[in-house]
Structure formats: structure tokens, C-alpha cells
T-cell receptor, first 113, second 111 residues
Framework: GENVEQHPSTLSVQEGDSAVIKCTYS??????FPWYKQELGKRPQLIID?????GEKKDQRIAVTLNKTAKHFSLHITETQPEDSAVYFC????????????FGSGTQLTVLP | NAGVTQTPKFRVLKTGQSMTLLCAQD?????MYWYRQDPGMGLRLIHY???????AKGEVPDGYNVSRLKKQNFLLGLESAAPSQTSVYFC??????????FGPGTRLTVT
């Protein structure tokens, strides 16, 4: 089955700096890569996703890049703000009727004021 | 539109007791999923369903059973709870597009 590794497990940045979180996946058949943000005690919420026919996608301060050859994808957050502090999860999914997601182990991002 | 809801929010069980967690969605989604979340391990898929009357095993199905008798509901059962099942349980649902919508979670402690 699919295996997703996520690094780093914790990340502290100064407010206004950029943050980068990286994930690698094992199954070359995976073609959908979402990123979820989870605040303390809350449910995971989708913040951005990318499909394998695209190399990069941007949404305001958030961007995701995908390298299919190397089987890795990354989340980039620019101009970080204290409200960006949360746990971020990457995931990978294959096509198929169920399209189950396999999640990385999460990154605790802390933005220091 | 409530989205995805879960009942109960919290529960404490003794070893060997049984319980059922209820997930309900009002978005007419075909696909529903049960995950467990443990510290440092992300979310792991327990069971899932691709439509009413169907269920399938995920990554960590042992000790759990599920049923999808109605399209809007997905039940997760623990027949004989064990301390290793102490976790936060999330339900999710999805339409044909890929985004999964999560419920608020159920915090279960087994003593």
C-alpha cells in the first residue's frame, strides 16, 4: 500500500517568515495530494490540494509543489501569521472507487510573534 | 446544512465494554470513512464505505466493525473495547470530487 512520510515533525518560524513542509510518497499511481490544517481540538480542514497533472498550485499565501519523478510534494506558506500555528497533514490518494487517503504523520507549525 | 456530525463527542469505556459511534452527513455523499488519530501518527483509516450497504477494511480494521444501512449514516462499533483503542475518532465523507469533509471527532478513553 501507499506510504507517506512527512518532515519536519515540528517547525518554528518567526512571524513574517516562510515555512516549508515536505512529504514523500511511495506509490507512483497516487495522483491526488491534499494538505489539511488541524487546529488544537478541531477537525482537519482542507487548505489546498494538487493533482498529478499539475506541478504547482497557489492560493494567496499558500502554495503546493509536486515532483512526480521524485515522488515528493511540499507545502509553502509565505508571510506567516500567528493564526497559521497548527498541525499540518499531507496525504496521498490513488484513483479508484474509494480513493482512500494515506496521511503523513503531521507537522506542528508554531509561528512566533 | 450541518455537514458531518458525530455522536458522542466524548466517551469513557471500561475494558471489555462495547459501544457504537455514529457519523451522519447531510450532503448526500456516497463515500464515508472512519479514521483514528493518535499522537505522532497522523490519521489512519479504519473502515470505509463507497455507498449505502457497502463497507470495506482500511489500514487498521482489527477490533472494529461498521455498517452503512442508510446513505447518510456510517456506524463504527467496538465489540470489546481495549486500552489500545483509546484515540480520537474522525468520520469523513466525500462526493465524487476528492475533498473529504471531516466531522468534529469523538474522544474515546478505554480504561
Amino acid at each position: 500500500g501507499e506510504n507517506v512520510e512527512q518532515h519536519p515533525s515540528t517547525l518554528s518560524v518567526q512571524e513574517g517568515d516562510s515555512a516549508v513542509i515536505k512529504c514523500t510518497y511511495s506509490d507512483s499511481a497516487s495522483n491526488y495530494f491534499p494538505w489539511y490544517k488541524q487546529e488544537l481540538g478541531k477537525r482537519p480542514q482542507l487548505i489546498i490540494d494538487i493533482r498529478s497533472n499539475v506541478g504547482e498550485k497557489k492560493d494567496q499565501r499558500i502554495a503546493v509543489t509536486l515532483n512526480k519523478t521524485a515522488k515528493h510534494f511540499s507545502l509553502h506558506i509565505t508571510e506567516t501569521q500567528p493564526e497559521d500555528s497548527a498541525v499540518y497533514f499531507c496525504a496521498a490518494s490513488m484513483t479508484g472507487s474509494a480513493r482512500q487517503l494515506t496521511f503523513g504523520s503531521g507537522t506542528q507549525l508554531t509561528v512566533l510573534p | 446544512n450541518a455537514g458531518v456530525t458525530q455522536t458522542p463527542k466524548f466517551r469513557v469505556l471500561k475494558t471489555g465494554q462495547s459501544m457504537t459511534l455514529l457519523c451522519a452527513q447531510d450532503m448526500n455523499h456516497e463515500y464515508m470513512y472512519w479514521y483514528r488519530q493518535d499522537p505522532g501518527m497522523g490519521l489512519r483509516l479504519i473502515h470505509y464505505s463507497v455507498g449505502e450497504g457497502t463497507t470495506a477494511k482500511g489500514e487498521v480494521p482489527d477490533g472494529y466493525n461498521v455498517s452503512r444501512l442508510k446513505k447518510q449514516n456510517f456506524l463504527l462499533g467496538l465489540e470489546s473495547a481495549a486500552p489500545s483503542q483509546t484515540s480520537v475518532y474522525f468520520c469523513a465523507s466525500r462526493a465524487e470530487i476528492n475533498e473529504q469533509y471531516f466531522g468534529p471527532g469523538t474522544r474515546l478513553t478505554v480504561t
